[in-house]
């Protein structure tokens, strides 16, 4: 390659190193929203991700509650800046997804930070159901003996909720319920 093709190949990495950071941090598909705006959604948004519950705790105590009353525990790991995590929390505050939770699911909300920029935190939970966290949300369905019953593809494949309509949320969540 001459000088001038090196220096011109040089310069369009250069050009495309922020689109590129774009793409690999758009896991939720936008960064948090600054100056209150909201994503445009047909339905209210929930933000209950809260960073000072123990995590871990919250996942024991669904997994001991799930137990007692034969169901499953669903773990949302999101952040409350994530659109796609609030859209999801709003879906499942809906009345037909609310039974659906209260028949099959102990739901247990879990704060996951920022992971795409080094910011994340209560990944470890994930990993401890032998899967990889990436992006937000993520969805867990767990077993009462606390195996792990949806595949790594399907617990990451949550990152579109805001797209997802409440009958699809609905149809996964029963179908993973065995339903």
């Not at 509650?65 to 809906?94: F, I, K, P, Q």
């Amino acid at each position: 390659m001459s000088t001038c093709g090196a220096a011109l190949a040089a310069k369009l990495r250069l050009a495309a190193a922020p689109l590129a950071l774009a793409l690999m941090t758009s896991a939720c598909a936008h960064t948090p929203h600054g100056g209150g705006g909201q994503a445009e959604t047909t339905h209210p948004e929930g933000a209950i991700f809260d960073p000072s519950i123990d995590a871990h705790g919250a996942v024991d105590n669904a997994l001991a509650r799930a137990a007692a009353n034969d169901r499953l525990v669903l773990v949302v790991m999101g952040a409350n800046w994530c659109h796609d995590s609030r859209a999801l929390t709003s879906y499942l505050m809906e009345p037909d997804l609310t039974a659906l939770l209260e028949a099959h699911y102990e739901a247990v909300y879990i704060d996951v930070g920022l992971p795409q920029t080094g910011d994340g935190f209560n990944l470890d939970i994930a990993e401890r159901f032998g899967v990889t966290s990436e992006g937000t949300p993520n969805v867990l369905v767990i077993g009462s003996d606390g195996s792990l019953l949806n595949t790594q593809e399907n617990v990451v494949s949550w990152r579109n909720s805001a797209s997802r309509s409440t009958q699809e949320v609905y149809a996964e969540l029963l179908a993973l319920a065995g339903g």
